[in-house]
């Protein structure tokens, strides 16, 4: 009998943890088991561990362009996005992430990145499918509301960021016109008369006729610097003052194809021509 009340106090804390649904102590949490990195739908964690290495925490300071820019976000059409994102830029250090390009990601979290990059609200919709779950992404205007907001509009007027059509075959006299025009005018004060760099303290600095930096940058990322700049360096966009030029006008479609152009006559020359 002794032995038979000896096991009751057991018995009945049993009977209470069954009754209000309390884990025993130790028992795991099947919340708290890891996601397979395959399911991982959370913009922050996908772009933190993929995307902010070059464009910066906040998508605003890094390395590489940033994506977390209006004008960029705005002028960037939701193909486009995904296209890079999937299948990475050629001439450049931006990789394909797309599982089916050999990267990490899914087309679920290829999803995700482009609607808050394009500032899209959206909802994960996951289905099982026998054993595994089926995860996608689809928008919906009562979703999941971007980090970064709402880009707003592109400007009337401004350069498209994807050419449009091939670019016109071009002179040497046509590379020193665009140099003695459209690049004194829009890049010279910073990037020096043959981009050179200007002095900085005694110290060359702006150096964009470099072979290095434009051997690693593509015609097509040249054209959307020249349209957005770099705002986290200062650079303005192709509407933006200028040291020398407080009222600058606008870049139209046609120079920044110029100054493209003069960029990768650079590159082909492969040395600081007319320095």
Same mark, same amino acid.
């Given at each position: ?19 209000? *649904?309390? =884990? ?17 739908? =959370? ?47 050629? =001439?450049?250090?931006?990789?394909? +992430? ?9 087309? %679920? ?17 996951? @289905? ?24 707003? @509009? ?25 140099? =003695?025009?459209? +690049? ?7 990037? *020096? ?16 006729? /470099? ?28 509407? *933006? ?12 479609? *046609?120079?920044?194809? /110029?100054?493209? %152009? ?14």
């Amino acid at each position: 009998m002794t032995r038979h009340i000896a096991w009751l106090p057991c018995l009945l804390v049993s009977l209470a943890f069954g009754a209000t *649904g309390c =884990k025993l102590p130790g028992e795991p949490d099947p919340a708290d088991r890891p996601v397979p990195e395959s399911q991982v739908v =959370k913009f922050t964690s996908l772009y933190g561990q993929h995307c902010a290495g070059c464009h910066g925490a906040d998508g605003k300071l890094g390395p590489a362009p940033p994506l977390n820019d209006p004008l960029f976000r705005a002028g960037m059409s939701e193909e486009d996005v995904e296209m890079v994102i999937a299948g990475g830029r050629a =001439k450049t250090l931006m990789p394909a +992430f797309a599982n089916h390009q050999g990267g990490p990601l899914t087309p %679920a979290q290829v999803r995700v990145l482009v609607c808050e990059i394009k500032g899209i609200q959206y909802k994960v919709v996951r @289905k099982s499918e026998g054993d595994a779950t089926k995860i996608e992404v689809v928008k919906d205007a009562q979703g999941t509301a971007p980090k970064w907001g709402l880009p707003g @509009k592109f400007p009337d007027g401004a350069p498209p960021l994807e050419a449009e059509e091939e670019e016109a075959q071009r002179t040497e006299a046509d590379f020193e016109r665009i140099r =003695k025009t459209v +690049f004194r005018r829009a890049c010279a004060a910073c990037h *020096g008369t043959h981009g050179q760099g200007v002095k900085d303290e005694g110290r060359p600095a702006t150096t964009i006729n /470099d072979p290095a930096f434009l051997a690693l940058i593509s015609d097509q990322a040249l054209r959307r610097l020249v349209i957005t700049g770099r705002p986290d360096l200062g650079m303005p966009n192709y509407d *933006g003052a200028r040291p020398n030029e407080p009222k600058f006008r606008p870049l139209d479609a *046609g120079e920044v194809s /110029d100054l493209v %152009a003069l960029l990768a006559q650079w590159r082909r020359a492969g040395s600081l021509s007319g320095k």
